[in-house]
C-alpha cells in the first residue's frame, strides 16, 4: 500500500474510532437512564432501520416504513401484555422474517420481511432493559458480547489473515478473525456477567456457553447483513454514521443477539 493508501486507511479507520465512541457514550447514557428515554432512543433506531431496509431493498415507501415503524413500536409499547411476551413474539417474527429474505424475491413481502426485523429494536431492547433485577446487566451484556466479537474479529482479522470465512458473502472475514471474536466476545460479556453478579449459584459456564451461542448469532448476523447488501448492489445501507454507514451497518450482529436474548427471555418467562 502506498503512503496515501495508507494515510486514507488512517483517517478512515480514526473516524471509525471517534464515531463509535461518541454513539457508545449516548447508547450507555440513555441505557443507565432506563425508561422511556431508553424506549424512545431504540424506537427511532427502529424506524431508521426499516427506513434503510427499504431503501436497499425496493427503493419505495421507505419513509412511510420508518415512520410507522417507530409508531408502531410505540404502539405496541402499551399493549396489555409482558415485555416478555412482546420480546418473544417480536423475535420470533424477526428470525422468520430473515429466514423468508432468503427465500423471496418478492418487495412487498421483502418490505413486510424489513418491517418485522426493525421492530426487535422498538420491542425487545426494552423488554431486556426493564426485566425485574437483571435488565441493565442483560442490556450491558448484549453490548459486550456484540462490541467486543466485533472489535476483536476485525483486528484479529486483520493481524493473522488466512482461510476466508465465506467469501462469496464477505470477502474480507476470515476463520481467524471468526474466532478471535468469539473469545474475546464470550470473555468480555462473561466478565460483564459475573460482575454484575459475583456470587452466581450455578457458576460461570452456562454465562459462558450463552455467551459463546451469542458471540457467534452476532457474527451469523452481520453475514446476513452483508449477503442482503451483496445481493441488492448496495456497498452500505446508509450514510447516517460517518465511517460506519448506515445503522443497520453497525447493528445486524447486535440484531442477531437482541432475537436470540428475546427467545430466551420468553423461554426463561414460560418456565416461571
Same mark, same amino acid.
Given at each position: 500500500m502506498n503512503a496515501a493508501g495508507a494515510g486514507a486507511g488512517a483517517s478512515e479507520l480514526r473516524l471509525r474510532v471517534?464515531?463509535?465512541?461518541?454513539?457508545?457514550?449516548?447508547?450507555?447514557?440513555?441505557?443507565?437512564?432506563?425508561?422511556?428515554p431508553f424506549r424512545l432512543i431504540w424506537t427511532a433506531v427502529a424506524g431508521v432501520?426499516?427506513?434503510?431496509?427499504?431503501t436497499m431493498v425496493g427503493r419505495t415507501n421507505a419513509v412511510a416504513a420508518?415512520?410507522?415503524?417507530?409508531?408502531?413500536?410505540? +404502539? @405496541? &409499547?402499551f399493549l396489555p401484555v409482558s415485555g416478555a411476551a412482546l420480546a418473544g413474539v417480536s423475535a420470533f417474527?424477526?428470525?422468520?422474517? $430473515?429466514?423468508?429474505?432468503?427465500?423471496?424475491?418478492?418487495?412487498?413481502?421483502?418490505e413486510a420481511c424489513g418491517v418485522a426485523y426493525a421492530l426487535?429494536?422498538?420491542?425487545v431492547t426494552p423488554a431486556l432493559r426493564e426485566t425485574p433485577g437483571l435488565g441493565l446487566a442483560l442490556i450491558i451484556w448484549t453490548f459486550a458480547v456484540v462490541w467486543l466479537t466485533d472489535i476483536a474479529a476485525y483486528f484479529t482479522g486483520? +493481524? @493473522? &489473515?488466512?482461510p476466508k470465512l465465506l467469501p462469496r458473502v464477505s470477502p474480507k472475514k476470515t476463520w481467524s478473525g471468526a474466532l478471535g471474536g $468469539?473469545?474475546?466476545?464470550?470473555?468480555?460479556?462473561?466478565?460483564?456477567?459475573?460482575?454484575?453478579?459475583?456470587?452466581?449459584?450455578?457458576g460461570l459456564w452456562p454465562v459462558l456457553a450463552v455467551?459463546?451461542?451469542?458471540?457467534?448469532?452476532?457474527?451469523?448476523?452481520?453475514?446476513?447483513?452483508?449477503?442482503?447488501?451483496?445481493?441488492?448492489?448496495?456497498?452500505?445501507?446508509?450514510?447516517?454514521?460517518?465511517?460506519? &454507514?448506515?445503522?443497520?451497518?453497525?447493528l445486524d450482529g447486535y440484531w442477531a443477539v437482541l432475537v436470540f436474548a428475546g427467545l430466551l427471555l420468553y423461554l426463561a418467562r414460560l418456565g416461571h
Open positions: 471517534i464515531s463509535a465512541l461518541v454513539l457508545a457514550v449516548v447508547i450507555l447514557g440513555v441505557t443507565v437512564l432506563g425508561g422511556w432501520v426499516a427506513y434503510e431496509w427499504l420508518g415512520i410507522g415503524v417507530g409508531l408502531a413500536g410505540l +404502539a @405496541l &409499547g417474527a424477526g428470525l422468520i422474517a $430473515a429466514i423468508a429474505t432468503t427465500q423471496t424475491g418478492n418487495r412487498r413481502l421483502l426487535c429494536f422498538a420491542l486483520r +493481524a @493473522l &489473515g488466512g $468469539a473469545l474475546a466476545g464470550t470473555l468480555c460479556a462473561t466478565a460483564v456477567w459475573a460482575w454484575f453478579f459475583p456470587g452466581l449459584p450455578s455467551s459463546l451461542a451469542a458471540s457467534v448469532a452476532s457474527q451469523a448476523g452481520d453475514l446476513f447483513e452483508s449477503s442482503i447488501k451483496r445481493r441488492f448492489g448496495a456497498k452500505d445501507s446508509g450514510h447516517l454514521i460517518p465511517g460506519h &454507514g448506515g445503522f443497520l451497518d453497525r
